[in-house]
């Protein structure tokens, strides 16, 4: 098996200005989005020339949602960079995703989001076809997007594309499966390791993505199961816009380890360097996406500028269950179906601006580190939603903050051990709701940005 390096860059999400990217329409949805919109085409050219200026490295992978929502100019004006790539001497291979494809594709105009031309999914072969499908060496004819690449002498990819039904279905068909099987059989057959990519994270990268239902392939477990069984050891995700290296052993006692990246231009802002060794070593590096210019960043780094926006998108959030409860219930269902919760959620949003850790603290009768004691709740909420997705969650047992949240989850436990027993019948990783919220905030692994995998060589 040959040294193979390459980059892993996902949900690029590139959206073409022209069609238009500003007023009311844009700002509202801009606010709510964890990804850049406008900025995305700066953000993916420094990040482009950087990556071009690696000589050494000749591979990128692309795990879908390369374009913002199905825009054809988008689409056509990504593939120029691409190309671009391709001109400074690198392979390119990729999948498609939801993103990619879309009835109804819009750009922003005044208080309107204006229709343009928008791209059907059996259009995106063809127009990505010189990025991984032309010198596939097998390709499932199921529907023409999943397929099989030799990267160097030893390494083989299996694309998956993960559409499913392109409605709630966000999984891989059985015939696909079986398919991916028969390749994976026969890359070992052959002498050839084999590892795969998908948009969808295969295994949930937190607990709490447990309970998503978008936050990982439909039926995982069982995925899972039969890919690791079916001797898959590796497979690159996205999807998430989130940091995270997630193991699952199936019931045969095979492994099988999901890497899932940050999205290249909305916080976590991260790809990848990844180098197999000859050894059998998976060496897993993380680069920050790096500086771009634009005119609205202000003196901000483009780390600062990434998480800005992320926190904004969190504190408007928090902010409405105090003073805006038609914008809270908008996100979870609609007002008519919230309506019976607003009290409490008013109640909890007011409280969230003024209550602090010593505050509630003092309201229970137990002692925190006197560090923490003035931090807002409200700010602490952020920090624990934000980490969830910058990975390697840092309060882990023996920090201030993991210690008050084990007092705090103790004292509350007469609430959270009913209510657990109850909410794990339909959800089990909801019994023990103590360790569930613990789990979400410490990472003891801190193996979500560098990390060394160990494989079978074929």
């Known amino acids: 098996m040959q040294e193979l390096t390459f980059y892993l860059v996902t949900d690029p999400h590139y959206f073409n200005t022209e069609l238009g990217a500003e007023g009311e329409a844009y700002e509202a949805r801009s606010r709510v989005d964890q990804k850049c919109i406008a900025e995305t085409g700066a953000i993916i050219d420094a990040e482009f020339a950087r990556i071009a200026a690696d000589t050494d490295t000749k591979l990128i992978l692309i795990p879908g949602d390369l374009i913002f929502d199905g825009e054809k100019a988008s689409h056509i004006g ?37 229709e343009v031309e928008h791209t059907e999914r059996s259009e995106l072969r063809d127009i990505y076809y010189d990025f991984g499908f032309s010198d596939a060496i097998a390709t499932w004819e199921g529907d023409g997007l999943s397929y099989v690449s030799q990267l160097t002498d030893g390494v083989r990819l299996l694309a998956l594309n993960c559409d499913g039904d392109t409605k709630s279905f966000k999984g891989l068909w059985r015939e696909q499966l079986d398919w991916a099987k028969q390749q994976i059989e026969r890359a070992h057959a052959d002498g050839q390791y084999i590892f ?11 607990a709490v993505m447990n309970l998503i239902g978008d936050a990982k392939l439909t039926d995982w477990e069982k995925t899972a199961d039969f890919l690791a069984d079916a001797g898959l050891e590796l497979i690159f995700t996205g999807h998430m816009h989130m940091q995270s290296l997630t193991e699952h052993i199936s019931p045969k006692g095979n492994k099988i380890t999901d890497i899932c990246t940050g999205s290249l231009v909305g916080c976590p802002a991260y790809y990848r360097k990844i180098t197999i060794t000859s050894a059998g070593e998976v060496k897993i590096h993380s680069i920050p996406t790096g500086e771009f210019a634009w005119k609205d960043k202000g ?84 920090t624990f939603v934000r980490n969830i997705f910058v990975g390697n969650e840092p309060y882990v047992k023996g920090t201030p903050i993991y210690e008050a949240m084990e007092k705090i989850l103790d004292r509350l436990g007469f609430i ?17 709701l103590k360790a569930f919220i613990l789990s979400m905030i410490g990472d003891d692994a801190q193996r979500d940005y560098e990390a060394t995998v160990m494989i079978h060589k074929p």
Do not use: C
């Open 196 to 206: 795969a990519m998908t948009h969808y994270p295969l295994l949930p990268g937190s």
């Open 416 to 432: 959270l051990k009913p209510l657990g027993k109850k909410l794990g019948e339909k959800q089990p990783v909801l019994a023990d």
């Open 78 to 114: 990504f593939r120029e960079k691409l190309r671009k790539l391709q001109q400074a001497g690198k392979r390119i291979l990729l999948i498609t995703a939801r993103h990619d494809y879309n009835s109804w594709s819009s750009g922003f105009r005044g208080s309107e989001r204006v």
């Open 299 to 382: 003196d901000r780094t483009a780390a600062e500028y990434f998480q800005w926006r992320f926190d904004r998108m969190i504190t408007d959030l928090i902010d409405a269950m105090a003073f805006d409860f038609p914008f809270f219930a908008n996100k979870f269902g609609g007002e008519e179906k919230m309506k019976k919760f607003k009290g409490i959620v008013t109640y909890f949003g007011k409280g969230l601006q003024k209550w602090t850790i010593g505050s509630l603290a003092k309201l229970l009768h137990i002692r925190v580190d006197p560090s923490i004691r003035d931090i807002l709740l409200k700010d602490i909420a952020l």
